[in-house]
């Protein structure tokens, strides 16, 4: 089912501005592969280096050309500059659910609230706009900044799927699943984010 989310689609906060990513973005995302390779040591696809970070932003176009993976880039609307990246994945409207992840900021963006503001607009819009009724995460069980980030956003942690998919190095991960409901994103977290990003 095609989504009708549209391509020029932009979500914005005082701070942050999310829009999809077009083929114009490439070198901005591709200095971030070069000169910071360590925001994927977690990751399922290899996206340090050029030739990785070009491959990972056709994946994610060709996805988005499909109408199931609708990938964002972050802007820091003080400088205008890219600082991460953000998507939408196995988007079901029939099923009224998504997945929420791909998500990286570069260094000098952690801790300064970034992910806050990401995730309220990303949540509003899946909730309030395309009326889903769940939206899921998932993370490494040894990555253990994204796990803390989830869980002070409120997602209500699932379980584990064991030895659940190959990471770049080879191995295999385990996955903790996350997910926030429609009714919980008007009971606590809408809240929760909005009074994180206007602190």
């Known amino acids: 089912m095609k989504s009708t989310i549209p391509a020029n689609l932009q979500l914005e906060t005082e701070r942050f501005q999310l829009r999809l990513m077009t083929t114009n973005d490439v070198p901005q995302l591709v200095h971030y592969a070069e000169n910071e390779p360590e925001l994927w040591d977690f990751a399922l696809v290899p996206s340090a ?3 990785n970070m070009i491959r ?7 996805g988005f050309e499909k109408g199931t ?11 205008g500059e890219i600082v991460g990246s953000t998507r939408y994945y196995d ?7 998504t997945l929420l992840g791909y998500t990286w900021y570069s260094k000098h963006q952690q801790g300064n609230g970034i992910n ?3 995730k309220f607009l990303l949540l509003q819009y899946a909730f309030e706009t395309l009326k889903l009724e ?22 209500i942690e699932e379980g584990i799927l064991r030895n659940h998919l190959p990471i770049v190095d080879g191995s ?3 996955s903790i699943i996350f997910s926030i409901l429609l009714e919980e994103w008007h009971r606590s977290v809408k809240n929760n984010l909005e009074e994180r990003i206007m602190s």
């Open 172 to 174: 295999r991960r385990d």
């Open 91 to 97: 988007l079901q409207l029939a099923n009224a659910s």
């Open 49 to 51: 280096g050029k030739e």
């Open 134 to 155: 769940r939206v899921e995460l998932r993370a490494d069980t040894r990555n253990h900044r994204s796990l803390a980030a989830m869980r002070k956003i409120g997602c």
């Open 69 to 79: 993976t609708f990938p964002f880039v972050v802007i820091d609307r003080l400088s």
């Open 116 to 118: 806050a503001h990401c």
């Open 56 to 62: 990972y932003i056709d994946e994610a176009l060709s």
